[in-house]
């Protein structure tokens, strides 16, 4: 079936780097635009980084812009996120989630991971 | 970048009962708007695409209406387990999409 599963969360100091994994499987990964959406701990959703269907552009929200690094190896269906310079704000669960593709109409971020926690502490 | 403006931010109700959660764009978005319920612990799940399109098993009692800056999300004959948190999504400035602030419904 269609899934997303993610893994590399954790707890890190502030300033420290980490990576996240997205794994995907069911469909045709290399078709579909890729996001990483986060909640902090009873915050709402927000959408941190996204990459188009063929990895060559990428976008960042402002609060993450210059330290995190969206990725993706169609040959693989995985997608990451490099996270550097992390804060006490970046504290939250992380989902990756499925975006568009040119071969249907679009359904937003239709398909979710379970998500992954990453907890920046000292 | 386009802000979306959802309310209320939470509401009680009772079951059987009738809920309205509205969200409103900074801008047009055409028919660019989907709903999302979220439990706690768990991932968000879609409920409509599209602005009015229901997603696959999704129950009929979830409807979405509106187009350009102004949407409804309207859950008919209300059920215990519609007791969640709902958020709207813009995906119409692809890729970097904006959700509302969510709203939580309780039990009255």
């Known amino acids: 079936q269609v899934q997303l599963v993610e893994s590399g969360g954790g707890v890190v100091q502030p300033g420290r780097s980490l990576r996240l994994s997205c794994g995907a499987s069911?469909?045709?990964?290399?078709?579909?635009?890729m996001h990483w959406v986060r909640q902090s701990p009873g915050k709402g959703l927000e959408c941190v980084a996204s990459?188009?269907?063929?990895?060559?552009?990428?976008y960042y929200a402002d609060s993450v812009k210059g330290r995190f690094t969206i990725s993706r190896d169609n040959s693989k269906k995985m997608l990451y996120l490099q996270m550097n310079s992390l804060r006490a704000d970046d504290t939250a669960v992380y989902y990756c989630?499925?975006?568009?593709?040119?071969?249907?109409?679009?359904?937003?971020?239709?398909?979710w991971g379970q998500g992954t926690m990453v907890t920046v502490s000292s | 970048d386009i802000q979306m403006t959802q309310s209320p931010s939470s509401l009680s109700a009772s079951i059987g009962d009738r809920v309205i959660i509205t969200c409103r764009a900074s801008?047009?978005?055409?028919?660019?708007l989907n709903w999302y319920q979220q439990k706690p612990g768990k991932a968000p799940r879609l409920l409509i695409y599209?602005?009015?399109s229901l997603q696959s098993g999704v129950p009929s009692r979830f409807s979405g209406s509106g187009s350009g800056t102004a949407f409804t999300l309207t859950i008919s004959n209300l059920q215990p387990e519609d007791f969640a948190t709902y958020y709207c999504?813009?995906?119409?400035?692809?890729?970097?999409?904006?959700f509302g602030q969510g709203t939580r419904v309780e039990i009255k």
């Open positions: 990459v188009i269907y063929d990895g060559r552009n990428k």
């Open positions: 599209a602005a009015s």
């Open positions: 989630a499925r975006g568009k593709t040119v071969f249907r109409p679009d359904y937003g971020l239709d398909v």
């Open positions: 801008q047009s978005l055409n028919d660019y």
């Open positions: 069911g469909f045709t990964f290399s078709r579909y635009d």
């Open positions: 999504l813009q995906s119409y400035s692809t890729p970097m999409y904006t």
